[in-house]
């Protein structure tokens, strides 16, 4: 297999979690895609020449910083222009995107719960998101973790412990028994 097919197929994996996670930090399709589009190429010009294996972990420290990089950003922008950070209008559809809205009342409280969850998550401190995103919906151990976010394995469950019990504590009327 040549190392074209390699990166597309590598890319065609972690395209749709990477947008997901661009998405929620940002609140916004567009810059999130541009994120995206951005690590990739990022990925392909610096370090196609590494063993594939490599691959995700720097792709997910070059999504990392670039989220990073975008906020630093807007936050440059408010303080220059006094303008409020810009908000997907469709951030809304966004959290509901494929929910079935003729279904149950206990698929509603899900639904409410999700919606709930995702609006908390993208209101975390973005080191605390970035850290929950990366263990809870990619799975990534606390090295793996580290290793992205390029700090301590302490810091690490630091950042995910104060994610975890603020999206409880956000979260726990919807807990269900």
């Known amino acids: 297999m040549t190392k074209e097919v390699e990166i597309a197929e590598f890319f065609a994996q972690v395209e749709g979690r990477a947008l997901q996670m661009a998405r929620t930090s940002t609140r916004n ?3 999130a895609m541009d994120i995206v589009q951005d690590t990739m190429l990022k990925l392909i010009s610096n370090y196609s020449d590494k063993a594939s294996e490599d691959w995700t972990p720097l792709f997910y420290r070059i999504l990392q910083n670039k989220i990073t990089d975008w906020h630093r950003k807007q936050t440059l922008k408010k303080m220059l222009y006094m303008t409020p950070v810009s908000v997907d209008e469709d951030f ?3 959290l509901t995107e494929g929910i079935d809205h003729h279904n149950s009342e206990k698929q509603t409280q899900l639904n409410d719960a999700t ?3 995702q609006l908390h998550l993208s209101q975390l ?3 605390q998101q970035q850290v929950f995103m990366l263990r809870c919906w990619q799975g ?3 090295a793996e973790a580290a290793t992205i976010m390029g700090c301590t394995q302490g810091s690490i469950k630091t950042h995910y412990s104060r994610a975890l019990a603020k999206m409880q504590a956000a979260l ?3 807990y269900y028994d």
Do not use: G
Request: no cysteine; charged share 35%; aromatic share 16%.
């Open 92 to 94: 809304q559809d966004y």
């Open 140 to 142: 990534f151990s606390t």
């Open 172 to 174: 726990k009327d919807y």
């Open 115 to 117: 919606q709930a969850m």
């Open 125 to 127: 401190p973005l080191r």
């Open 29 to 31: 399709l567009d810059e």
